[in-house]
Nanobody, 124 residues
Framework: QVQLVESGGGLVQAGGSLTLSCSGS????????MGWFRQAPGKEREFVGA????????WYADSVKGRFTISRDNAKNTMYLQMNSLKPEDTAVYFC?????????????????WGQGTQVTVSS
C-alpha cells in the first residue's frame, strides 16, 4: 500500500509562484511513475506532469511546459511541483498519484494511488 499526501497549495496572484509537495510512504513508493494531475471546477481531471522514478524521464503537459518543473527527493520520498508564471487558468485542485508503469504516464487510469489533493487558486 502507498499513501500520498499533497501540501503547498494556496492563493497566489497571476504571475506568481507556488511549490507543491507530495510526500509518500509505503513499500513500493520509490518505483514506477509519479504524476501530477489537476481538476478545475466543472472540468475533467487532466495530466500536468510526471516522472519515471527509476529511469529519470520527465514529461509535461503542453499547457505547463516551461512554467512547471517536477523534482524529487528520494531520501525524503517526496516529489515537488514548482509552478512559476501562474495563470488564472491554472486554478484547480492538484493531485499527486503513483503508477506501476510509465508507458501511459499521461493517463489517470494507469495510476493506482492518489493523494487527497491540494487547492491552488490564481487570482487575476
Amino acid at each position: 500500500q502507498v499513501q500520498l499526501v499533497e501540501s503547498g497549495g494556496g492563493l497566489v496572484q497571476a504571475g506568481g509562484s507556488l511549490t507543491l509537495s507530495c510526500s509518500g510512504s509505503g513499500r513500493t513508493f520509490g518505483t514506477g511513475v509519479m504524476g501530477w494531475f489537476r481538476q478545475a471546477p466543472g472540468k475533467e481531471r487532466e495530466f500536468v506532469g510526471a516522472v519515471h522514478w527509476n529511469g529519470g524521464g520527465y514529461w509535461y503537459a503542453d499547457s505547463v511546459k516551461g512554467r512547471f518543473t517536477i523534482s524529487r527527493d528520494n531520501a525524503k520520498n517526496t516529489m515537488y511541483l514548482q509552478m512559476n508564471s501562474l495563470k488564472p487558468e491554472d486554478t484547480a485542485v492538484y493531485f499527486c498519484a503513483k503508477g506501476s508503469t510509465w508507458y501511459r504516464y499521461y493517463d489517470e487510469k494507469d495510476y493506482d494511488y492518489w493523494g487527497q489533493g491540494t487547492q491552488v487558486t490564481v487570482s487575476s
